[in-house]
Protein backbone atom coordinates (compact mmCIF):
# COMPACT_ATOMS: atom_id res chain seq x y z
CA UNK A 1 0.00 0.00 0.00
CA UNK A 2 2.74 2.76 1.15
CA UNK A 3 6.23 1.85 0.82
CA UNK A 4 9.50 3.91 1.83
CA UNK A 5 12.25 2.38 -0.09
CA UNK A 6 16.35 3.98 1.06
CA UNK A 7 14.30 6.89 1.61
CA UNK A 8 17.19 10.27 2.27
CA UNK A 9 15.67 13.60 2.94
CA UNK A 10 17.27 17.01 3.77
CA UNK A 11 16.09 21.09 3.62
CA UNK A 12 19.75 22.06 3.88
CA UNK A 13 21.95 19.64 2.71
CA UNK A 14 24.48 20.22 6.16
CA UNK A 15 21.24 19.62 7.76
CA UNK A 16 19.71 15.81 6.88
CA UNK A 17 16.66 15.12 8.24
CA UNK A 18 16.28 11.54 6.93
CA UNK A 19 18.65 8.72 6.17
CA UNK A 20 17.92 5.81 4.18
CA UNK A 21 14.42 5.31 6.18
CA UNK A 22 12.87 1.82 4.83
CA UNK A 23 9.13 0.56 5.84
CA UNK A 24 5.90 -0.80 4.62
CA UNK A 25 2.29 -0.14 5.59
CA UNK A 26 -0.18 -2.44 4.50
CA UNK A 27 -3.59 -2.01 3.50
CA UNK A 28 -5.60 -1.73 6.97
CA UNK A 29 -2.73 -1.45 9.24
CA UNK A 30 -2.97 1.35 12.10
CA UNK A 31 0.65 2.54 12.34
CA UNK A 32 1.49 5.17 15.27
CA UNK A 33 4.75 7.75 14.25
CA UNK A 34 6.36 8.59 17.41
CA UNK A 35 9.49 10.74 18.26
CA UNK A 36 10.76 13.50 19.09
CA UNK A 37 10.33 17.43 18.47
CA UNK A 38 12.07 18.16 14.93
CA UNK A 39 13.05 14.36 14.37
CA UNK A 40 11.00 14.39 10.70
CA UNK A 41 7.42 13.12 11.39
CA UNK A 42 5.77 16.08 9.50
CA UNK A 43 8.72 15.63 6.73
CA UNK A 44 7.57 11.98 6.43
CA UNK A 45 3.78 13.04 5.96
CA UNK A 46 4.81 15.39 3.19
CA UNK A 47 7.03 12.64 1.28
CA UNK A 48 3.75 10.27 1.65
CA UNK A 49 1.54 12.93 -0.30
CA UNK A 50 4.60 14.21 -2.66
CA UNK A 51 4.75 17.68 -1.32
CA UNK A 52 7.83 17.22 -0.65
CA UNK A 53 10.24 14.40 -3.12
CA UNK A 54 13.32 12.44 -1.49
CA UNK A 55 16.88 13.34 -2.48
CA UNK A 56 17.46 9.90 -2.86
CA UNK A 57 15.20 6.33 -2.83
CA UNK A 58 11.76 5.93 -3.81
CA UNK A 59 8.39 6.46 -2.28
CA UNK A 60 5.54 4.00 -3.43
CA UNK A 61 1.78 5.08 -2.33
CA UNK A 62 -0.30 2.88 -3.46
CA UNK A 63 1.38 1.48 -6.61
CA UNK A 64 2.39 5.59 -8.03
CA UNK A 65 5.36 6.74 -7.41
CA UNK A 66 5.77 10.25 -5.70
CA UNK A 67 8.57 11.45 -7.68
CA UNK A 68 6.58 10.92 -11.17
CA UNK A 69 4.46 14.31 -11.75
CA UNK A 70 1.84 12.08 -13.06
CA UNK A 71 1.11 10.07 -10.29
CA UNK A 72 0.86 13.17 -8.02
CA UNK A 73 -3.04 13.75 -8.41
CA UNK A 74 -3.69 10.06 -7.90
CA UNK A 75 -1.77 10.32 -5.06
CA UNK A 76 -3.34 12.95 -3.32
CA UNK A 77 -6.63 11.98 -4.26
CA UNK A 78 -6.10 8.26 -1.96
CA UNK A 79 -4.16 10.12 1.30
CA UNK A 80 -6.20 12.46 3.45
CA UNK A 81 -4.89 14.91 6.03
CA UNK A 82 -6.02 16.04 9.09
CA UNK A 83 -3.78 18.39 10.83
CA UNK A 84 -3.01 19.93 14.26
CA UNK A 85 -4.90 23.03 14.08
CA UNK A 86 -8.74 22.64 12.29
CA UNK A 87 -9.13 26.27 12.06
CA UNK A 88 -6.24 26.25 9.07
CA UNK A 89 -8.42 23.99 7.04
CA UNK A 90 -11.63 26.13 7.19
CA UNK A 91 -12.97 27.82 4.49
CA UNK A 92 -16.30 28.37 3.89
CA UNK A 93 -19.21 29.26 6.48
CA UNK A 94 -21.17 26.56 7.27
CA UNK A 95 -20.26 23.30 8.19
CA UNK A 96 -22.25 21.46 5.08
CA UNK A 97 -20.74 23.81 2.72
CA UNK A 98 -17.00 22.80 4.06
CA UNK A 99 -17.36 19.44 3.19
CA UNK A 100 -18.72 19.89 -0.02
CA UNK A 101 -16.13 22.60 -1.06
CA UNK A 102 -13.30 19.97 -1.04
CA UNK A 103 -16.04 17.74 -2.89
CA UNK A 104 -15.99 20.31 -5.69
CA UNK A 105 -12.30 20.77 -5.69
CA UNK A 106 -12.21 16.90 -6.75
CA UNK A 107 -15.00 17.15 -9.27
CA UNK A 108 -17.31 15.11 -7.81
CA UNK A 109 -20.34 15.27 -9.45
CA UNK A 110 -23.09 17.56 -7.70
CA UNK A 111 -25.98 15.20 -7.29
CA UNK A 112 -23.46 13.12 -5.13
CA UNK A 113 -21.77 15.58 -2.94
CA UNK A 114 -24.66 16.52 -0.50
CA UNK A 115 -24.64 12.33 0.09
CA UNK A 116 -21.15 11.89 0.49
CA UNK A 117 -20.94 14.71 2.51
CA UNK A 118 -23.67 14.23 4.81
CA UNK A 119 -22.70 10.53 5.04
CA UNK A 120 -19.09 11.88 6.28
CA UNK A 121 -20.85 14.20 8.90
CA UNK A 122 -22.49 11.21 10.54
CA UNK A 123 -20.06 9.44 10.70
CA UNK A 124 -18.21 12.10 13.05
CA UNK A 125 -21.25 13.20 14.70
CA UNK A 126 -21.58 16.31 13.46
CA UNK A 127 -24.70 16.24 11.15
CA UNK A 128 -27.16 17.82 13.34
CA UNK A 129 -24.61 21.05 12.81
CA UNK A 130 -25.32 21.46 9.15
CA UNK A 131 -25.59 25.16 8.97
CA UNK A 132 -22.99 26.43 12.28
CA UNK A 133 -20.55 28.38 11.54
CA UNK A 134 -17.10 26.26 11.86
CA UNK A 135 -15.45 28.97 13.45
CA UNK A 136 -18.06 28.76 16.25
CA UNK A 137 -17.51 25.74 17.22
CA UNK A 138 -15.12 23.67 19.95
CA UNK A 139 -12.21 22.47 19.15
CA UNK A 140 -13.30 18.85 19.05
CA UNK A 141 -16.22 19.79 16.83
CA UNK A 142 -13.73 21.88 14.66
CA UNK A 143 -11.54 18.64 14.50
CA UNK A 144 -14.99 16.03 13.53
CA UNK A 145 -15.58 18.37 10.97
CA UNK A 146 -12.29 18.96 9.14
CA UNK A 147 -12.32 14.78 9.65
CA UNK A 148 -15.51 14.68 7.45
CA UNK A 149 -14.47 16.65 4.69
CA UNK A 150 -11.59 14.26 4.40
CA UNK A 151 -13.74 11.28 4.98
CA UNK A 152 -15.86 12.54 2.08
CA UNK A 153 -13.29 12.40 -0.50
CA UNK A 154 -12.95 8.33 0.27
CA UNK A 155 -9.18 8.50 0.55
CA UNK A 156 -7.22 5.28 1.68
CA UNK A 157 -5.61 6.83 3.73
CA UNK A 158 -5.51 8.86 6.27
CA UNK A 159 -2.55 10.69 8.44
CA UNK A 160 -3.47 12.62 11.52
CA UNK A 161 -0.26 14.99 11.89
CA UNK A 162 -0.86 15.79 16.03
CA UNK A 163 -4.52 15.80 15.17
CA UNK A 164 -5.56 15.28 18.89
CA UNK A 165 -2.93 17.63 20.04
CA UNK A 166 -4.76 20.94 20.45
CA UNK A 167 -7.75 19.00 22.08
CA UNK A 168 -9.13 18.61 25.38
CA UNK A 169 -9.12 15.17 26.65
CA UNK A 170 -13.14 14.89 25.75
CA UNK A 171 -12.09 16.06 21.86
CA UNK A 172 -9.09 13.90 22.28
CA UNK A 173 -11.34 10.54 22.91
CA UNK A 174 -14.03 11.34 19.99
CA UNK A 175 -11.11 11.67 17.32
CA UNK A 176 -9.39 8.98 18.60
CA UNK A 177 -12.66 7.05 18.27
CA UNK A 178 -13.26 7.97 14.74
CA UNK A 179 -9.68 7.19 14.03
CA UNK A 180 -10.68 3.22 15.13
CA UNK A 181 -13.75 3.30 13.74
CA UNK A 182 -12.60 3.91 10.24
CA UNK A 183 -9.61 1.73 10.82
CA UNK A 184 -12.37 -0.98 12.14
CA UNK A 185 -13.86 0.12 8.19
CA UNK A 186 -10.40 -1.05 6.11
CA UNK A 187 -9.19 2.68 6.44
CA UNK A 188 -5.26 2.89 6.33
CA UNK A 189 -4.36 4.93 9.11
CA UNK A 190 -1.20 6.58 10.00
CA UNK A 191 -0.91 8.61 13.47
CA UNK A 192 1.40 11.06 14.16
CA UNK A 193 0.89 11.61 17.92
CA UNK A 194 3.28 13.10 21.26
CA UNK A 195 0.41 11.34 23.08
CA UNK A 196 1.91 7.92 24.45
CA UNK A 197 -1.64 7.13 25.56
CA UNK A 198 -2.65 7.16 22.33
CA UNK A 199 -0.47 4.54 20.59
CA UNK A 200 -0.57 1.40 23.17
CA UNK A 201 -3.94 1.34 20.25
CA UNK A 202 -2.04 1.45 17.12
CA UNK A 203 -0.77 -2.16 15.19
CA UNK A 204 2.54 -1.03 15.35
CA UNK A 205 4.74 1.70 16.10
CA UNK A 206 7.22 3.68 14.22
CA UNK A 207 10.02 5.41 16.10
CA UNK A 208 11.97 7.91 14.37
CA UNK A 209 14.94 9.79 15.77
CA UNK A 210 18.49 11.02 14.17
CA UNK A 211 17.43 10.26 10.91
CA UNK A 212 16.56 6.64 11.47
CA UNK A 213 13.67 3.89 12.23
CA UNK A 214 14.79 3.19 15.68
CA UNK A 215 11.79 0.98 16.33
CA UNK A 216 9.12 -0.30 14.47
CA UNK A 217 7.14 -2.82 15.88
CA UNK A 218 4.18 -3.74 18.52
CA UNK A 219 3.50 -0.82 21.24
CA UNK A 220 3.40 -3.63 23.93
CA UNK A 221 7.18 -4.53 22.75
CA UNK A 222 8.29 -0.81 22.44
CA UNK A 223 6.95 -0.09 26.24
CA UNK A 224 8.75 -3.01 27.52
CA UNK A 225 12.40 -2.73 25.58
CA UNK A 226 12.42 0.89 24.56
CA UNK A 227 13.48 3.65 27.09
CA UNK A 228 11.23 6.10 25.59
CA UNK A 229 12.74 8.96 28.24
CA UNK A 230 16.10 8.92 25.71
CA UNK A 231 13.40 9.98 22.93
CA UNK A 232 11.72 13.15 24.52
CA UNK A 233 8.81 10.75 25.22
CA UNK A 234 6.67 9.21 28.24
CA UNK A 235 5.30 6.20 29.13
CA UNK A 236 2.00 5.83 29.24
CA UNK A 237 -0.13 6.92 32.03
CA UNK A 238 -1.31 3.44 32.10
CA UNK A 239 2.01 1.81 32.31
CA UNK A 240 3.66 4.38 34.66
CA UNK A 241 0.51 3.42 37.56
CA UNK A 242 1.05 -0.08 36.79
CA UNK A 243 4.67 -0.23 37.56
CA UNK A 244 4.55 2.05 40.49
CA UNK A 245 3.10 -0.53 42.09
CA UNK A 246 5.21 -3.18 40.88
CA UNK A 247 3.04 -4.25 38.64
CA UNK A 248 4.52 -4.62 34.97
CA UNK A 249 4.33 -7.71 32.46
CA UNK A 250 0.96 -9.69 34.06
CA UNK A 251 -1.17 -6.39 33.19
CA UNK A 252 -0.05 -5.86 29.45
CA UNK A 253 -3.67 -7.09 28.74
CA UNK A 254 -5.34 -4.59 31.60
CA UNK A 255 -3.85 -1.64 30.32
CA UNK A 256 -4.74 -2.36 26.93
CA UNK A 257 -8.33 -3.06 28.07
CA UNK A 258 -8.70 -0.49 30.37
CA UNK A 259 -7.46 2.39 27.84
CA UNK A 260 -9.99 0.40 25.12
CA UNK A 261 -12.77 1.19 27.74
CA UNK A 262 -12.13 4.40 28.55
CA UNK A 263 -12.51 5.40 24.84
CA UNK A 264 -15.89 3.23 24.69
CA UNK A 265 -17.67 5.17 26.82
CA UNK A 266 -16.77 8.50 25.57
N1 LIG B 1 10.51 24.02 5.22
C1 LIG B 1 11.56 23.75 5.99
N2 LIG B 1 12.77 24.29 5.73
C2 LIG B 1 13.85 24.02 6.51
N3 LIG B 1 13.82 23.20 7.56
C3 LIG B 1 12.65 22.63 7.86
C4 LIG B 1 11.46 22.89 7.11
N4 LIG B 1 10.44 22.18 7.65
C5 LIG B 1 10.96 21.53 8.71
N5 LIG B 1 12.28 21.79 8.83
C6 LIG B 1 13.19 21.23 9.85
O1 LIG B 1 13.25 19.83 9.62
C7 LIG B 1 13.25 19.11 10.85
C8 LIG B 1 12.11 18.11 10.83
O2 LIG B 1 10.89 18.82 10.84
P1 LIG B 1 9.48 18.10 11.01
O3 LIG B 1 8.46 19.16 10.99
O4 LIG B 1 9.36 17.01 10.01
O5 LIG B 1 9.63 17.46 12.45
P2 LIG B 1 8.52 16.79 13.39
O6 LIG B 1 9.08 15.49 13.81
O7 LIG B 1 7.21 16.79 12.69
O8 LIG B 1 8.53 17.80 14.61
P3 LIG B 1 7.36 18.15 15.66
O9 LIG B 1 7.36 17.03 16.65
O10 LIG B 1 7.81 19.43 16.27
O11 LIG B 1 6.08 18.27 14.89
C9 LIG B 1 13.16 20.15 11.94
O12 LIG B 1 14.48 20.39 12.41
C10 LIG B 1 12.63 21.38 11.24
O13 LIG B 1 13.10 22.55 11.85
MG1 LIG C 1 5.37 17.67 13.12
Redesign the pocket.
Same mark, same amino acid.
Given at each position: MLSFDHVYFY??KE?P +?LEDISFTIQQGEFVSIV????????? +?AKLIDGLLIPKKGNIQVVNHDTKKPNDLMKIRQKVGFVFQNPEDQFITTSVLDEVIFGLENIRVPREEMYDRALSALKIVDMNNYLDSMPHELSGGQKQRVAVAAIIAMKPEIIIFD?ATSMLDPKGRTQILAIMHKLHNEGMTIIH?T?HMDEVLQADRLLL?AKGKICFDGEPETFFNTVQVEDYQLQQPFAIRLHQLSGQTVALKADWKGAIRAQWSTN
Open positions: YKK +IGPNGCGKST +IEIHI
